[in-house]
């Protein structure tokens, strides 16, 4: 199946987010990793994994890798944490009043840019409540280096 722009990405499918070391505790999310800059809007930024067709998870984190390097500064320290879109969605539906999507919204060299949205923008108890369902939901086998090791 192929999405097009604005479709949601089916509940089977995973997304994958780079996460600074300010982001991560014992290289695993904080509560915060979820969470938007003060004063933004905008959905949180992930890559859909699936759309890369890769024939293996490391394959498509050195996919995500490629295509974030010229958007961000990543760190040695930095993740790419992975989450399953489905169990994500029916977690927060569970834990808050909101109800999140994943959403495709590919970007000039980045086809796998989708964002997360749903969240309440002006009720930050509610977005920290979702930051730390989606936290909970990434075990140390879900993180990866953001820059593979020499």
Not at 6 to 29: F, K, M, N, Q, T
Not at 67 to 88: C, F, H, S, W, Y
Request: charged share 30%; glycine share 6%.
């Amino acid at each position: 199946m192929i999405l097009v722009e604005g479709e949601h990405l089916p509940r089977s499918d995973h997304a994958s987010r780079y996460l600074s070391s300010s982001r991560l505790v014992d290289g695993l999310p904080r509560a915060t990793a979820f969470t938007r800059a003060e004063g933004d809007t905008c959905p949180i930024s992930v890559n859909w994994l699936e759309q890369l067709k890769e024939p293996d998870r490391e394959s498509e984190i050195g996919r995500v890798r490629e295509a974030l390097a010229p958007k961000l500064t990543m760190t040695k320290r930095g993740r790419i944490v992975v989450l399953n879109v489905g169990d994500a969605i029916a977690a927060v539906e569970d834990t808050s009043s909101c109800v999140i999507s994943f959403v495709h919204e590919p970007e000039e060299g980045d086809d796998s840019h989708a964002g997360i949205h749903g969240y309440p923008d002006e009720d930050k108890e509610q977005e920290l409540l979702i930051s730390t369902t989606l936290k909970r939901l990434i075990a140390a086998d879900d993180v990866y280096l953001a820059l593979p090791s020499p």
